[in-house]
Nanobody, 121 residues
Framework: QVQLVESGGGLVQPGGSLRLSCAAS????????MGWYRQAPGKQRELVAT???????NFADSVKGRFTITRDNAKNTVYLQMNSLKPEDTAVYYC???????????????WGQGTQVTVSS
């Protein structure tokens, strides 16, 4: 069984910063990509940023230049550094991992439980 555990959400003023962390644990053979998605009230879940095992990152246009994604492959952990936060960044942020479990052959998509990020003065 695989678990993704997120941390680092909270309340921050506009222009502030937050750092999210997500650690994957359990029977993991390998992790392809890890990343972050978010869902604001009344809206669909959307991609924020992803990063491959080789370090190739992809960002939503709305966060380019403000957010950075990094990954520690040895710890199966992904980080999202969020700077210059705006009220429109307010959402529940979900960690995602595309991985192969021990003893299996195919990639499966896993999600964390979500962490709330609120940007407000």
């Amino acid at each position: 069984q695989v678990q993704l555990v997120e941390s680092g959400g909270g309340l921050v003023q506009p222009g502030g910063s937050l750092r999210l962390s997500c650690a994957a644990s359990g029977s993991i053979r390998s992790i392809n990509s890890m990343g972050w998605y978010r869902q604001a009230p009344g809206k669909q879940r959307e991609l924020v940023a992803t990063i491959t095992s080789g370090g190739t990152a992809n960002f939503a246009d709305s966060v380019k230049g403000r957010f950075t994604i990094t990954r520690d492959n040895a710890k199966n952990t992904v980080y999202l550094q969020m700077n210059s936060l705006k009220p429109e960044d307010t959402a529940v942020y979900y960690c995602n991992a595309l991985l192969i479990e021990t003893g299996r052959l195919f990639l499966y998509n896993y999600w964390g439980q979500g962490t709330q990020v609120t940007v407000s003065s």
